[in-house]
């Protein structure tokens, strides 16, 4: 065993050794402490829950046994960031310190900076790198989808061939409990690990994803065709990288094969589809850009207009806790509704436009404050991702300022998604009985109320009079030279710049110049539209 200085490095979300730039440059220097520092604190946070740690171990389970295989394995350590480090320094030299930037929560921004500022007071060098098309200090959005391609054109970084092992005790995972986490069951829940992530990548590519582009958009088809990387990405055991590079791969050789062989409606199918994911890749880093860019995202509104448009909190005893209670535990009397967030109960996963349904039914419907709902959803989501989730929350919930507000209809998206009830059926046995034309309105058809097992609540709203109500609320803010200046500056800073985008086969559309000339007045950007924004994974 080596006595040189070594080298930490610090895995947070990038629980892998595939593509791992720190771990690589980090092994060309010299003796490799790979460290994982399990931090108490982090998940006393109110966006985090016991489906997340259990993933999480799963995660480390694997890394360790690729760590292993090279000689030295994972360290876990239990404490806060800066004590456990600063408990190696004492023991160790540290030559020092990798990871790869991280756009976390705000309680891991407020870790980090007090982690830079430990290193800087001993003199250790600590090197971040970026993970993924996330830039960190962005100057301007100008030129970003470009940029997204070159880095995702770059080789990945292979991992070390052996690691000199070193002499760190690694100290035994706390559970969920020793953490303080309420019990989460979660039957349904995807698995963890490197091993889990290569299946469902490979899988998606070869055989799932042939409709991904029809069937993304209901809950009937969409688990089977959507990719299901999201929480691999958000954990990290596949890089942004690898996932943009296969399905580049997987799409060139369609193409070969379209040009040797007759075309098919199987092979147009593909090809439709993995260019509808290359570009939810994309978006799924534009969205965490906006975190990274203004991290104030996950705790206010985006447009300040909106400071006081909605209660603030749920306070106990009051009509928003009777309606935020109902919502979060699927108990609303809208069957579609109800089922999506049964569904997302069980399973810790469902399709993004039904997301966007469950926020938005919140947010209008039942007017509750985005803050509250979008934690209780961030617990749900085994996929839980802050860069994305918060801008989505505020999104859906029409406080950016620069995005369409969309009001789902709840009965209609039942309709349209769940036509004849199986998705309503399968989540909400009690409704079991009810014919397919009274499944998605149960309350217009008092003669069939008796059919209905006893215990399924009556509507929690008018849906519709709720809907106009808060439109006019929401559409009354939107109103005024200072709003309107106000969503420039934010379209500006955080708005998309579409063009340079490949593999589309079509224009690009709402391309904007890299440079602007001050003497030409920019008109105002259009709002995007939901439809733009769609994140299935």
Same mark, same amino acid.
């Given at each position: 065993?080596?006595?040189?200085p070594?080298?930490?490095?610090?895995?947070?979300?990038?629980l892998?050794?595939?593509?791992?730039?720190?771990?690589?440059?980090?092994?060309?220097?010299?003796?490799?402490?790979p460290?994982?520092?399990?931090?108490?604190?982090?998940?006393?946070q109110? #966006?985090?829950?016991?489906?997340?740690f259990?993933?999480?171990?799963?995660?480390?389970?694997?890394?360790?046994?690729?760590?292993?295989?090279?000689?030295?394995?994972?360290?876990?350590?239990?404490?806060?960031?800066?004590?456990?480090?600063?408990?190696?320094?004492?023991?160790?030299?540290?030559?020092?310190?990798?990871?790869?930037?991280?756009?976390?929560?705000?309680?891991?921004?407020?870790?980090?900076? $007090?982690?830079?500022?430990? $290193?800087?007071?001993?003199?250790?060098?600590?090197t971040?790198?970026?993970?993924?098309?996330?830039?960190?200090?962005?100057?301007?959005?100008?030129?970003?989808?470009?940029?997204?391609?070159?880095?995702?054109?770059?080789?990945?970084?292979?991992?070390?061939?052996?690691?000199?092992?070193?002499?760190?005790?690694s100290?035994?995972?706390?559970?969920? $409990? #020793?953490?303080?986490?309420?019990?989460?069951?979660?039957p349904?829940?995807?698995?963890?690990?490197?091993?889990?992530?290569?299946?469902?990548l490979?899988?998606?590519?070869?055989?799932?994803?042939?409709?991904y582009?029809?069937?993304?958009?209901?809950?009937?088809?969409?688990?089977?065709?959507?990719?299901?990387?999201?929480t691999?990405?958000? %954990?990290?055991?596949?890089?942004?990288?690898?996932?943009?590079?296969?399905?580049?791969?997987?799409?060139?050789?369609?193409?070969?094969?379209?040009?040797?062989?007759?075309?098919?409606?199987?092979?147009?199918?593909?090809?439709k589809?993995?260019?509808?994911?290359?570009?939810?890749?994309?978006?799924?880093?534009?969205? &965490?850009?906006?975190?990274?860019?203004?991290?104030a995202?996950?705790?206010?509104?985006?447009?300040?207009?909106?400071?006081?448009?909605?209660?603030v909190?749920?306070?106990?005893?009051?009509?928003?806790?009777?309606?935020?209670?109902?919502?979060a535990?699927?108990?609303?009397?809208?069957?579609?509704?109800?089922?999506?967030?049964?569904?997302?109960?069980?399973?810790?996963?469902?399709?993004?436009? &039904?997301?966007?349904?469950?926020?938005?039914?919140?947010s209008?419907?039942?007017?509750?404050?985005?803050?509250?709902?979008?934690?209780?959803?961030?617990?749900?989501?085994?996929?839980?991702?802050?860069?994305?989730?918060?801008?989505?929350?505020?999104?859906?919930?029409?406080?950016?300022?620069?995005?369409?507000?969309? &009001?789902?209809?709840?009965?209609?998206?039942?309709?349209?998604?769940?036509?004849?009830?199986?998705?309503?059926?399968?989540?909400?046995?009690?409704? $079991?009985?009810?014919?397919?034309?009274?499944?998605?309105?149960?309350?217009r058809?008092?003669?069939?109320?008796?059919i209905?097992?006893?215990?399924?609540?009556?509507?929690?709203v008018?849906?519709?009079?709720?809907a106009?109500?808060?439109? #006019?609320?929401?559409?009354?803010?939107?109103?005024?030279?200072?709003?309107?200046?106000?969503?420039?500056?934010?379209?500006?800073?955080?708005?998309?710049?579409?063009?340079?985008?490949?593999?589309t086969?079509?224009?690009?559309?709402?391309q904007?110049a890299?440079?602007?000339?001050?003497?030409?007045?920019?008109?105002?950007?259009?709002?995007?539209?939901?439809?733009?924004?769609k994140?299935? %994974?």
């Open positions: 065993m080596s006595l040189r070594l080298h930490v490095v610090w895995f947070k979300r990038d892998r050794i595939a593509d791992h730039a720190p771990l690589t440059l980090a092994a060309q220097r010299g003796p490799v402490l460290l994982y520092i399990l931090e108490p604190e982090l998940w006393r109110p #966006d985090l829950s016991g489906r997340h259990a993933f999480l171990a799963e995660c480390l389970g694997s890394l360790n046994r690729d760590l292993s295989r090279l000689g030295q394995p994972l360290a876990v350590l239990t404490g806060e960031a800066v004590d456990v480090l600063e408990a190696i320094r004492v023991r160790s030299s540290i030559a020092g310190m990798w990871s790869h930037e991280e756009t976390g929560n705000g309680w891991t921004f407020d870790r980090d900076k $007090a982690v830079g500022r430990w $290193a800087r007071s001993h003199g250790i060098e600590w971040e790198l970026p993970q993924n098309g996330v830039v960190r200090r962005l100057p301007t959005r100008n030129g970003w989808a470009a940029r997204w391609e070159r880095t995702m054109a770059r080789p990945p970084a292979e991992p070390p061939r052996a690691l000199q092992p070193i002499a760190v005790q100290e035994p995972l706390p559970s969920a $409990a #020793d953490l303080g986490l309420a019990p989460d069951p979660c349904d829940r995807q698995r963890g690990g490197r091993e889990a992530a290569i299946a469902d490979d899988s998606f590519l070869l055989r799932r994803g042939q409709n582009r029809f069937e993304m958009s209901s809950p009937l088809t969409a688990e089977a065709s959507c990719s299901r990387l999201s691999h990405l958000a %954990f990290g055991t596949l890089s942004m990288l690898e996932v943009a590079q296969a399905t580049r791969a997987r799409y060139a050789d369609l193409q070969a094969e379209r040009e040797t062989a007759p075309r098919t409606p199987d092979g147009a199918a593909w090809a589809s993995l260019i509808s994911f290359t570009g939810r890749l994309h978006w799924h880093c534009h969205f &965490m850009q906006k975190l990274e860019s203004e991290p995202i996950e705790f206010r509104n985006l447009h300040r207009a909106y400071d006081g448009l909605r209660p909190a749920i306070v106990s005893g009051s009509i928003e806790e009777a309606r935020f209670q109902a919502w535990t699927g108990t609303t009397g809208f069957p579609f509704v109800d089922a999506c967030m049964r569904s997302l109960i069980h399973t810790g996963w469902i399709n993004f436009r &039904m997301r966007a349904m469950l926020v938005a039914f919140a209008y419907q039942l007017w509750l404050p985005w803050r509250p709902t979008g934690l209780h959803l961030a617990r749900l989501f085994t996929d839980y991702e802050p860069g994305i989730h918060w801008p989505q929350v505020q999104m859906q919930s029409g406080t950016t300022g620069i995005n369409t507000v969309r &009001m789902y209809n709840p009965v209609k998206q039942g309709y349209d998604q769940d036509p004849t009830g199986v998705f309503v059926r399968r989540w909400l046995p009690e409704l $079991a009985e009810l014919p397919d034309h009274a499944i998605h309105e149960p309350w058809f008092s003669d069939l109320r008796s209905a097992s006893e215990g399924y609540p009556d509507r929690i008018d849906h519709e009079a709720a106009r109500e808060a439109r #006019d609320k929401v559409w009354g803010v939107r109103k005024g030279q200072s709003f309107r200046r106000a969503a420039d500056a934010i379209q500006d800073e955080h708005g998309s710049r579409k063009s340079g985008m490949p593999m086969g079509q224009r690009s559309t709402g904007r890299a440079s602007r000339s001050t003497a030409t007045p920019r008109k105002r950007a259009k709002p995007a539209t939901t439809s733009q924004m994140l299935d %994974f």
